[in-house]
């Protein structure tokens, strides 16, 4: 990446902040357009999942669609909002520990909290993936992923066997 | 037989006799030539042929379905005249175009974009289907065509059904036919519109493998089925479809986004049954066929929109050879 674009995604970060929804949904719009070399982006984008507006929050999660894993420095980060009481910021934050895979392990014992609580079924079972993503480095989520293994929601079920699969014994 | 080609019909023969009987003649040539029109036109005359590089402007002897992701379809990129001058100018140049990542609020999207497409007289319609997807941000599928020259089946559109869920957006279905004549003889066939989740793509690439093999006994007088769409592989990565022994695809060894990075987008059909394929397909590159940079492009989509050209008769009324001949299939 030049140093340019690197400029370039500083100042859409900044500007994702911008008081102005306007100048905001450009920046997340600008990040989504810079694909994977916006990955910097990461923890911003997550937040901006929370935006009041439509187009932010769409450009945001289409930029962390594209966006590839996050770098192992803003882990800890995400892991915060892996808990957000916002099920789109969790859901975002628990896909990117997932991408993440063995780094993420330290994000374990956050991702069973979602795995056991009664909250966002897509976050719930995005927990559960990205369990299997981290593998044998979540072997404390194997008591929790065993009883989400046979309960009614059936992706939940089978993403709980495929992450105790992954795990292993 | 397939219907003649232009070089017939418009220069029917007359044979010397009665005036009256020259008068009848010429009266059935002009229907027929009528009936036949929207077929026999100049490319010129059915939509904006493409500079080279592109799919040719609309033939008379093949029907072209597109899929294109058009990354976040919604008020920020309506609301950008020049990007939907672009795509206007993409869609006109299909009969159909499977569209995936319509995402707005406002269902006024895709009626405004058609009335876009349809500004310099061409007379495209549509279908959508729901928003789909596990949280609130949510997707939808749509199909837009040129009713000139394809029907829809109203009875044939629908979601596929997801036990299990999957599949993080499943498929939107329908059925359509080529508007020829006599319509017994037109193509008729399953689009499947598809547009996975790129962090599970190997499990919904399996899902999506039963779904095909599903739809292609969903109907017994309909065995021409294709999925098409965004499905974030390329064919390395195609699974179960690999080990079909018919499953063919239309895009190999080329890049299909708008970085010319990757290959994501594509049309898979059963090359036994669908032998309609011609062997014709190919990826509409944004920035060479429109003269725009990268940044502008991107502005478009992300993805570039890919193609396969069809014949407009059902195999079983092609000319013997011709039916085989032609149907130059992607390599596995």
């Not at chain 1, 369990?131 to 044998?136: A, E, F, N, Q, S």
């Not at chain 2, 007359?14 to 009528?34: K, T």
């Not at chain 2, 987008?265 to 509409?284: C, H, K, P």
Request: aromatic residues 6%; hydrophobic residues 45%.
């Amino acid at each position: 990446m030049t140093d340019r674009e690197t400029a370039d995604i500083r100042g859409s970060i900044e500007q994702l902040a911008a008081g102005d929804a306007d100048r905001r949904a450009e920046a997340a719009e600008r990040l989504c357009r810079a694909g994977s070399s916006a990955a910097q982006a990461a923890v911003p984008l997550v937040r901006a999942c929370a935006d009041d507006d439509d187009r932010v929050r769409e450009w945001s999660v289409a930029a962390l669609e594209e966006l590839g894993p996050a770098p192992s420095g803003v882990l800890p980060q995400l892991s915060e909002l892996a808990a957000s009481g916002h099920p789109l910021v969790a859901y975002w934050a628990t896909t990117l520990l997932g991408r993440s895979g063995h780094d993420a392990a330290k994000a374990v014992p956050i991702l069973v909290k979602s795995l056991e609580s009664a909250g966002d079924a897509a976050v719930a079972q995005r927990a559960a993936w990205a369990l299997g993503k981290i593998g044998p480095a979540a072997a404390g989520a194997r008591a929790a992923l065993e009883k989400v293994a046979g309960g009614a929601d059936p992706r939940l079920a089978r993403l709980a066997r495929e992450a105790l699969d992954a795990i292993g014994t | 037989m397939c219907p003649a080609n232009p070089d017939t019909v418009l220069r029917p023969r007359l044979s010397a006799g009665p005036a009256r009987r020259r008068r009848i003649l010429c009266l059935l040539a002009v229907c027929l030539l009528a009936i036949c029109l929207p077929w026999l036109a100049a490319p010129a005359a059915l939509g904006q042929p493409l500079p080279a590089g592109g799919p040719v402007g609309k033939p008379w002897d093949a029907v072209l379905i597109a899929s294109f992701n058009i990354q976040v379809f919604g008020e920020s990129k309506m609301a950008k005249a020049h990007v939907v001058e672009v795509l206007a100018r993409v869609v006109r140049n299909f009969d159909i175009v499977a569209i995936q990542e319509v995402r707005a609020k406002s269902d006024d999207i895709i009626p405004s974009f058609v009335r876009a497409v349809n500004a310099d007289g061409s007379r495209y319609h549509y279908v959508i289907g729901p928003r789909l997807g596990r949280t609130v941000s949510k997707e939808q599928y749509t199909f837009i065509y040129d009713t000139n020259r394809i029907e829809v089946d109203a009875t044939s559109i629908g979601t596929v059904p997801n036990p299990g869920d999957r599949l993080h957006r499943p498929p939107l279905h329908v059925r359509f036919r080529t508007r020829i004549n006599p319509p017994q003889m037109a193509f008729t066939f399953w689009l499947v519109d598809i547009h996975t989740d790129p962090d599970e793509v190997p499990q919904e690439i399996d899902a999506l493998a039963d779904v095909f093999s599903s739809m292609l006994t969903l109907r017994p007088d309909e065995d021409d089925v294709i999925v098409l769409g965004d499905l974030n592989a390329g064919p390395p990565q195609f699974g179960r479809f690999k080990k079909m022994p018919n499953a063919g695809w239309a895009i190999s060894n080329a890049t299909t986004n708008t970085h010319r990075t990757k290959t994501y987008d594509n049309l898979i059909f059963d090359t036994t049954t669908t032998r309609e394929y011609l062997g014709r397909s190919g990826v509409l590159d944004l920035q060479s066929t429109y003269g725009l940079t990268l940044d502008q492009a991107l502005q478009v989509s992300d993805h570039n929109p890919v193609w396969a050209a069809f014949y407009p008769c059902e195999a079983q009324n092609l000319p013997g050879p011709q039916a085989t001949t032609g149907i130059a299939l992607a390599p596995r």
